[in-house]
């Protein structure tokens, strides 16, 4: 079996159907749906998850997204654009059958970034952070129906983005003066709420951070099937939670590929640090190319164009160094 590569998810440039060409034809194996931020707010990460939301709507104010009590236009443009996005999508995947990765914001980093109506975030409010995942919860259920339908070949992969995972369970959120941060998040609520989100997919469920500390045992307790993270940010303080992850059968998308423009290494070079952590941990060679899919550190959306296909070219090229030389 060869290691895997995939996207993250965003990508530079505004037009849908170049970029749904670029991501099914570097990744002919697991493609994704890619995210283009460039068109403006509704196609940002948050603005696009906000678009999902069911009975929860929100609009885009100087300081960011704030909730709306009703559908207006940056709620509306958030949806088109995701719409326009799939269409390009189903016509590049005509007739695929494999793996295929949707892309979301999870319910802590949406709770994070979305404002109430006194422009503090949605985090400050237990009540608040509850109808949030719910409502995120019924759309994902609509939006993975939505994609089954148009590629039904597809094995669908949900992949729930958390950047700002630790920053809520170590109580680093700043509030909207900026001069203090809220309150940690209990442990066991974060858990329970991710553990509810995920349920939505019968099928792989990754977590996507780029941020450093990386709660590895928390999203493997909540039903992570997968964990997505930049690798240069590991420490070895990290290395026992990953070695339990692997050993329980958790995926590791090793973010190995800078993704903003910079010169890039030979393939095999791109994951030496991947096999060097085997050997740290003990785990077998055999078993690498079956834990680890091999990806850029983050989106491409600060990247030039050139240098997006170029990176993801080369996370299939390292992957398949990675299967082929394991030690």
Known sequence: MSAGATGVGSLPGGDAREAAKTATGSFEDFPYLPELPARGPGADMIGRSIGLLVDMYGHVE???????????????????????????????????????????????????????????????????????????????????????????????????????????????????????????????????????????HDGE??????????????????????????????TEREDDAIGEAVEGGTKLFTGVVPGTDGPLSDPGGSVMGVRKLWRRLGLAPGALAESVVVTPSCGLAGASPAYARAVQAHCVRAARSLADNPE
């Open 62 to 200: 100087p300081s960011g997204w704030r909730i709306s009590d009703r559908p207006g236009r940056d709620t509306r443009r958030a949806r088109s654009w995701l719409g326009e996005d799939l269409d390009a999508l189903e016509e590049f995947t005509q007739g695929y059958t494999g793996r295929l990765k949707v892309q979301a914001v999870g319910p802590w980093t949406l709770a994070a970034a979305l404002e109430l109506h006194g422009g503090e975030a949605m985090l400050q409010d237990a009540g608040a952070c509850r109808d949030l995942a719910g409502s995120l919860a019924e759309g994902l259920r609509e939006h993975l129906a939505d994609v089954r339908k148009r590629i039904p070949g597809a094995d669908v992969v949900l992949q729930l983005d958390e950047p700002s995972l630790t920053a809520v369970l170590l109580g680093r959120v700043r509030s909207a003066s900026g001069y203090r941060t809220y309150r940690a998040v209990d442990r066991q609520v974060v858990e329970g709420t991710l553990r509810e989100v995920f349920a939505v």
């Open 205 to 234: 469920v990754i977590v996507h951070s780029c941020a450093p500390e990386v709660p590895f045992g928390l999203l493997r307790r909540a039903g992570a099937t997968g964990v997505s993270f930049d690798f240069s940010l590991l």
